[in-house]
Nanobody, 118 residues
Framework: VQLQASGGGLVQAGGSLRLSCAAS????????MGWFRQAPGKEREFVAS????????SYEDSVKGRFTISRDNAKNTLYLQMNSLKPEDTAIYYC????????????WGQGTLVTVSS
């Protein structure tokens, strides 16, 4: 599967952005999906994940209640709605795909930069 992330940009603290990740190639529902981020000088970290049918989601503690992961399988697209953004959310955001029954994310998009100003 090929992944193309978009939707990043510059936003003031307290603002919102919605990231999208368009998938092409193998059947989208063959994958559980996730969002990760990497801030300057830090390691990449998990943000959120969603099961193949959208029935199960998981979030990193610092984004719970502010971010919402979703997917539209008819459009082969993954989303991350980010509200109440904070400067510490500034990072490159990556979407990733994990084949069902696999433990690791084997497919990654190119990343989209989110910058939150204070």
């Amino acid at each position: 599967v090929q992944l193309q992330a978009s939707g990043g940009g510059l936003v003031q603290a307290g603002g919102s952005l919605r990231l999208s990740c368009a998938a092409s190639g193998r059947t989208f529902t063959s994958y559980n999906m996730g969002w990760f981020r990497q801030a300057p000088g830090k390691e990449r970290e998990f943000v959120a994940s969603i099961s193949w049918n959208g029935g199960s989601t998981s979030y990193e503690d610092s984004v719970k209640g502010r971010f919402t992961i979703s997917r539209d399988n008819a459009k082969n697209t993954l989303y991350l709605q980010m509200n109440s953004l904070k400067p510490e959310d500034t990072a490159i955001y990556y979407c990733a795909a994990r084949l069902l029954l696999r433990e690791e994310y084997g497919y990654w998009g190119q990343g989209t930069l989110v910058t939150v100003s204070s």
